[in-house]
């Protein structure tokens, strides 16, 4: 059976691709982490509200797709709606009606630290493209 050769340009644009990955990306793993919580959490209940559960899920897919397009390709309007969910996670207790209960814990903790990597991220490329190196290249010339 003949042996199909790789062409060197698509071994280039492999190479390419993996030195695209940014060191902010450990942010969107991290969040990644906390959706795969969030889609797990209800499970983790003895007796979770529906409500709760739904949105759970929803919120926990949400930022799953966000942190995994992030990591594909970003842009800053992905950090920007997790930030969005973080936000929702943290006071969709109250609006949704499942206060005190394990269930506003779990939103509420998985809501601060999304918010807080989505604010993280965006202000670490707001440093890298105004206040960074390339930023003051630029102002020179």
């Not at 906390?34 to 983790?44: C, D, G, K, N």
């Not at 529906?50 to 949105?55: E, G, N, R, V």
């Not at 897919?61 to 942190?67: E, F, G, P």
Request: hydrophobic share 60%; aromatic share 12%; charged share 15%.
């Amino acid at each position: 059976m003949p042996r199909l050769r790789t062409s060197g340009r698509f071994e280039r644009a492999r190479e390419k691709q993996m030195m695209k990955w940014r060191n902010e990306s450990a942010l969107d793993l991290y969040n990644l982490a906390a959706a795969i919580f969030l889609l797990a959490a209800p499970w983790l209940f003895a007796h979770a509200n529906l409500t709760a559960s739904i949105d759970l899920r929803i919120s926990g897919a949400a930022i799953a797709m966000m942190s995994l397009a992030a990591i594909v390709a970003f842009s800053v309007w992905e950090e920007w709606i997790n930030l969005l969910v973080g936000c929702w996670l943290i006071v969709s207790p109250w609006l949704l009606g499942f206060a005190h209960t394990r269930a506003m814990h779990f939103s509420i903790i998985a809501g601060a630290v999304v918010a807080f990597m989505a604010l993280l991220e965006l202000w670490l490329e707001y440093e890298k493209t105004h206040l960074g190196p390339a930023a003051q290249g630029a102002a020179r010339h």
